[in-house]
């Protein structure tokens, strides 16, 4: 594909008699593909397409982002799930792209605009997905496109107006990819130049479109929520030590009202807390 040689890690329905061939070319613009080298440079020399067939909604110094309509662009978005197939495991959307919007990140250049990776998106999710699969083409792995993908698709939610989360199942490494992102972007927003001594975690979803099951799991992961019984029984308080960053720790309070504010407290204050009174948080 273009310059590079994969090779694939998963089954794809390719076509059977593709099960034979060593190689398959696929034509990076229009991802049509052919085992056999002459029609398929028979077909590069008359393909006309140089970037993914949508509309350009993003661009930056060589970053390009498209948005294509599967309904419109059925055969490119058949064939785009055909080869992101071969890098993900659980995907199991060939066929039926209509439901769909995919967002393609490309590189430019002068021969064009090269595919690196995209996320697919349903038009309409009731679960209020903002993302159905995600890849990375292994060719560009390992070099912080997979997060620009991610911080995309919370733009996006962000422009609707909406808090997102990706579909379940992700991938191996669409987990780390999120689990990355979600760290970053939690700690960002509590580490925010001139960010007030409370802020709750409707209020950290909000910033940055992230659900307030995915921030909590975030600051649990980071092991940042804690019970702080000095404070109980009601409203229930939990307090993030955040030592590592600065020298306070953060106490959520925890009521039945929907603002659940987390509160900076001092590190030495909250280490009298005898350790024996806190407990993990499990919601
Ligand atoms: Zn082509």
Redo the contacts with the bound molecule.
Sequence with gaps: MGQHEMEPWYFSPYPSSYTAADMVHI??????YSENITSFER??A????LHPPGNEIYRDDNVSFFEIDGRRQRRWCRNLCLLSKLFLDHKTLYYDVDPFLFYCMTTRDSHGCHLVGYFSKEKESAEGYNVACILTLPQYQRKGFGRLLIAFSYELSKREGKLGSPEKPLSDLGLLGYRAYWAETVVDVLTEEGRGPEISVEEIGALSAMTTADVLHTLQNLNMLRYSVSCLPTPLRYSIPFTALESTSYTLRSGTTSNTPIRKVNTSSSSQTPSSNKKKNKS
Excluded: V
């Excluded at 008359?46 to 397409?49: Q, R």
């Design positions: 034509c990076e613009f229009c991802l049509s077909h590069r008359k393909c006309t397409l």
